[in-house]
């Protein structure tokens, strides 16, 4: 970029661009929230681990009259 | 007016030494919240296990009717009146529009809850000390519980589970000793009125 070019079109931080926009913010102010929070719900639903079978053995047994 | 774009040349303009110190604060004070955040989930007493299962709600239906025979002492209103030995697991199950079974525990011995609904969402409460967890259907939510105080204490249902959720209330007693649950397992087992 010549210096001619630079004086007609500055060039505007990319920080500063974001913080002009009021609409992008707002968009990103919800949308950032929700994708983060629903993946950190699907993340925590996926890791829920089965019952143990040791303990479910156990308290049938225990049902039954065995120790 | 906050829709428009700020006057030209904010963005080179220094900040105001005040607005850094009020932002100064606020990061401080987030800070502050943050350390406190993480010492009390290692040194609050109220803190859940965060220990949960999947399970099929007629497999803990299953659980729960094996279970509660084992250690009956009773029935109070038509619901089974259950005294588990200290440290062994307890299987409460929530049902539009019952807690299952009665509780009889001992003060400060553990027990490992398991929570669990069979129907909808459920929310258990248990008052006056104002304890309160989400119960699912298809998730066991464990619990390792020590009352601390004797009494008689109420469950109820905190979240709207339809037309009987109002009536949806269970107990728990909390006994001293030995001697005291002997009373009540006498109580319990007379006819009641």
Redesign the interface.
Known sequence: MSATQEQEFPKIPLFRLLLDDVLLLLFLGVAIYAVSYLLWGVMEIASVAPFPEELKAQIVQQAGGGQ | M??Q??AEGW?ETPVARDERSWVAVATVVCLCLYVWMIGWHIYGRQNPSSI????EPA??M??HT??V??YQIGEENGVPVVAPPPGS?V?LLGQMWRWAPVLVLQKGQEYTFHLASVDLLHGFSLQPVNMNFMVYPG??YVLRFRPTETGEFTVMCNEFCGIGHHMMTGKIYVVENAAELEQLRQRFQAPQQ
């Open positions: 906050s829709l774009p700020p963005y949960s299962y999947r399970i497999e803990y299953q659980l094996a279970w025979p084992r697991d299987f998730y066991d």
